[in-house]
């Protein structure tokens, strides 16, 4: 559960997607996204930490005598079902006392691919420009068909409302934003 969530927050994916993929699905570009919910395949690039810890992971599997085609999978050998891996999120959660904003509902699993596309946004140089391009990247790299749907997974954080107080102040001054 450790590299599954993990892989959850550093990458974005749906639950639902890493929970379908294989072990040859990590190739030197990347994962493989097959199975989508929009049923269109895609590339997602990894961060060497995030492809040390697979590896880590599947040292691990082999140790213990997994030998299994599905890339996450209990020591049965079975794939996880997705609501069985949302009552260890909400478990662990619990556990260590993890709470929401106030008057916010604790974390949710989904909330990981929510705030990775937030501090992707976060991390982008914040002219208009790049802003747009950055938006059409995410959307396609979050698996969206259309980029609208990426906006919904936005909200406002101080980092964010900086750079747009600092966009407004711009372009008020004359300059271009």
């Not at 097959?34 to 930490?49: A, G, I, Y």
């Amino acid at each position: 559960m450790t590299t599954l969530f993990g892989l959850l927050a550093a990458t974005g994916l749906r639950i639902s997607e890493a929970l379908a993929l294989h072990t040859d699905d990590i190739t030197d570009d990347g994962l493989i996204v097959r199975q989508t919910k929009c049923q269109k395949s895609r590339l997602v690039p990894l961060h060497d930490s995030v492809r040390l810890a697979l590896e880590r992971y599947l040292s691990d599997r082999r140790k213990r005598g997994l030998v299994a085609t599905s890339l996450f999978v209990f020591a049965t050998g079975r794939v996880p079902a997705y609501g069985t891996v949302a009552a260890i999120f909400r478990r662990l959660a619990r556990s260590i006392d993890l709470k929401g904003g106030p008057g916010k509902k604790r974390p949710r699993m989904h909330g990981l691919r929510h705030t990775f596309a937030v501090r992707s946004l976060e991390q982008c140089p914040h002219d208009r420009n790049t802003v747009n391009s950055h938006m059409v990247a995410l959307s396609t790299y979050l698996g969206h068909t259309y980029v609208g749907n990426t906006y919904w997974y936005l909200e406002a954080t101080p980092i964010l409302m900086r750079q747009i107080a600092a966009a407004g102040e711009a372009f008020h001054q004359g300059d271009v934003a």
